[in-house]
């Protein structure tokens, strides 16, 4: 059978979901799958009834979780007679395909896999996802392909392996009364924290969500000077 094409990676931080190549919600070696490319949506969906979906996911966060247990997947079993079964992973992915390849496994035990870019990098590089298939997502018209953020991933093109799932923000809280003009810019930003040391701190949390603000900020930073750039990131 045919896998059910569903979609996520961070700058703001843009998620990737993939499938990954020769993914069939059906393990059975007969009937051989068939080619969604070839297929109109309608038929994808019909033929994705009744089958189970693993979905290999990074689950570090209660609220993402939350949604796609009691969201997602009760939707796309009343909608579409679909099981969605989630499988806790992230970059760990490329290792248990490669050892899928070098098993002979002509189809993955995943189905569909929500990546981050690096993981989306080495995909690519093993030639181990399913596409192009964005252009056959009913949402597709809708995604600005032309946003370089949406478009690449890793610094490498998408090119139709990869749907875009979502973006995350760096969200920065100031007291009005203490600093009525807070920065607006990246380099604001950092201008402020070199003429106030001690008055600007984040939350040093190791989660991924801050961690690709903080990358974003350093990006935003190429017009500082070496000594700003190194008093405002350390």
């Not at 799958?33 to 689950?59: H, N, S």
């Not at 209660?62 to 796609?68: C, G, Q, S, T, V």
């Not at 923000?169 to 990246?186: F, N």
Request: with cysteine; proline share 10%.
């Amino acid at each position: 059978m045919i896998p059910s094409l569903v979609r996520c990676c961070g700058h703001g931080l843009v998620l990737g979901i993939a499938l990954l190549v020769a993914a069939g919600c059906s393990r059975s070696p007969s009937p051989p799958p068939a080619d969604p490319l070839a297929m109109g949506w309608p038929a994808i969906e019909q033929a994705a009834r009744g089958q189970t979906l693993r979905f290999v996911m990074w689950t570090g966060d209660p609220a993402i979780n939350r949604y796609i247990g009691d969201f997602i997947k009760p939707r796309l079993k009343a909608r579409y007679d679909l099981d969605l079964a989630v499988v806790p992973g992230q970059a760990d992915i490329p290792n248990q395909v490669l050892a899928e390849i070098e098993a002979g496994s002509k189809i993955s035990s995943m189905d569909l896999v929500w990546i981050n870019g690096e993981t989306f990098h080495k995909l690519r590089q093993m030639k181990a996802l399913f596409g192009p298939f964005t252009a056959k997502l009913p949402n597709d018209p809708y995604v600005d392909w032309a946003n370089p953020i949406i478009a690449r991933d890793f610094q490498q093109p998408v090119e139709g392996f990869e749907a875009p799932w979502g973006t995350t923000q760096l969200l920065l809280i100031a007291d009005s009364a203490r600093v009525p003009d807070p920065p607006r810019t990246p380099d604001a930003l950092a201008r402020w924290i070199h003429a106030h040391p001690g008055r600007f701190t984040f939350d040093s949390e190791p989660v991924k969500k801050s961690s690709a603000g903080d990358r974003q900020a350093v990006v935003n930073m190429r017009s500082l000077s070496h000594e700003q750039r190194a008093f405002a990131v350390s």
